[in-house]
């Protein structure tokens, strides 16, 4: 129990100090019990108090209470100031709010509260959360207007929300952005970047950024390597998808499911099915459940290296594994069977796509058809190319 006195100064401090030291160990719910046993007892509150509340809640992660704690705050007609916007703010960017986020900026300024650095950068991160690239670029501006300097975690949020959005070039321009403006981008804005440049197939830049990092005496971390890897696989660059991977190693870090996913997709691009069922292999054997994307591109380069008996044993490891294939693991099946000639199993898993409540496109049927035209079922064909449905044989 709190001594705090009704209405005593001393009570009013001991009070705030308790919700404070809630709020750095993240105990929001003890934050929110406090204030109201305040009130309870009557002491005069202070909009500190419910900021102290609000921060609580929004380091647990419970945006709803911290925007309902202002709003009390509000209610009880203590004017809001710059530090109470912000604690909203970043409420609104913790729970992925972007919205909401912005609608608590454009009341600041109704209030003639003058936005500060920590208010620009909340925003601009609760827009990349949200993906939101427009918005988050718009907040920078104003930022530049209102004669307020971007700085890291501003530029960061601003490049990772043009990642979301693949403007690979727009990341970019940021980036540069950055060292004219004397910040040192950190592992995280390069990380942002590269994904860019993956997501706008552009591996060279990625690569270039990659470079970049090493010479700012930056180490890369598994994020970067898995964007670069990623990047090189959309340009079909397999050799260097797979040297990326063995730099992971080299850095003394370990390659995660999305760098061995990236890998294999490379491999199955550049039609190296044994290179691609090796990294499926070392998975395993570094204890990393493949994931779906994993297995589709195993599974698609065993169609491309007309395996398509092991293209069924790894759509068959899937559901050992609890994964359930998309379409996308299908229609590579599909394919492998019908370069393998197994019209009979090509319309299996047509089927079995049905009642696995996927529907086949155009890839799938077609595939279909062009299997049941080579093991000559005609009738088969046509059923699977008016996408009929399920099939006896």
């Known amino acids: 129990m709190l001594d705090i006195g009704r209405g005593s100064r001393?009570?009013?401090?001991?009070?705030?100090?308790?919700?404070?030291?809630?709020?750095?160990?993240?105990?929001?719910s003890a934050a929110l019990r406090l204030l109201h046993e305040g009130l309870r007892l009557g002491v005069q509150l202070v909009p500190s108090h419910y900021i102290a509340t609000a921060s609580a809640c929004r380091k647990g992660g419970q945006w709803q209470h911290a925007l309902s704690v202002l709003s009390e705050m509000w209610k009880a007609k203590l004017e809001p100031n710059v530090i109470g916007y912000n604690a909203g703010i970043s409420a609104c960017e913790k729970g992925e709010q972007w919205q909401r986020a912005l609608a608590l900026l454009s009341e600041m300024r109704k209030a003639k509260l003058e936005p500060d650095?920590?208010?620009?950068?909340?925003?601009?991160?609760?827009?990349?959360?949200?993906?939101?690239w427009q918005p988050a670029l718009v907040l920078l501006s104003e930022m530049r207007e209102a004669k307020l300097e971007p700085n890291v975690i501003s530029y960061n949020a601003g490049i990772s929300a043009c990642s979301k959005g693949e403007q690979w070039q727009r990341a970019l321009a940021l980036l540069s952005e950055m060292w004219e403006a004397k910040l040192e981008p950190a592992v995280i804005t390069y990380s942002a970047g590269i994904s860019a440049c993956e997501k706008g197939k552009q591996w060279q830049p990625a690569l270039v950024l990659l470079s970049e990092m090493r010479e700012a005496k930056l180490e890369p971390d598994v994020i970067s390597y898995s964007a670069g890897i990623s990047a090189c696989s959309k340009g079909e660059e397999w050799q260097l998808a797979l040297a990326l991977l063995s730099d992971i190693w080299e850095a003394k870090l370990e390659p995660d499911v999305i760098s061995y996913s990236a890998g294999i997709s490379a491999c199955e691009k550049g039609e190296q099915?044994?290179?691609?069922?090796?990294?499926?292999?070392?998975?395993?054997?570094?204890?990393?459940?493949?994931?779906v994307i994993s297995y589709s591109a195993g599974i698609s380069a065993c169609e491309k290296g007309e395996l398509w008996q092991r293209a069924l044993a790894l759509l068959s490891e899937m559901w050992e594994a609890k994964l359930v294939p998309n379409v996308i693991s299908y229609n590579a099946g599909i394919s492998a069977c019908e370069k393998g000639e197994q019209w009979q199993?090509?319309?299996?898993?047509?089927?079995?796509?049905?009642?696995?409540?996927l529907e086949p496109n155009v890839i799938s049927y077609n595939a279909g058809t062009s299997a049941c035209s080579k093991g000559e079922q005609w009738q088969r064909a046509l059923a699977a190319s008016s996408g009929s449905g399920r099939w006896r044989y």
Not at 117 to 132: F, H, L, N, W
């Open 345 to 357: 199993r090509a319309l299996a898993l047509l089927s079995e796509m049905w009642e696995v409540k």
């Open 10 to 28: 001393e009570g009013a401090m001991s009070l705030e100090v308790s919700i404070k030291n809630c709020g750095r160990t993240e105990q929001w």
């Open 117 to 132: 650095v920590i208010t620009y950068s909340a925003g601009i991160s609760a827009c990349s959360k949200g993906e939101q």
């Open 273 to 291: 099915w044994q290179r691609a069922l090796a990294l499926l292999s070392e998975m395993w054997e570094a204890k990393l459940v493949p994931n």
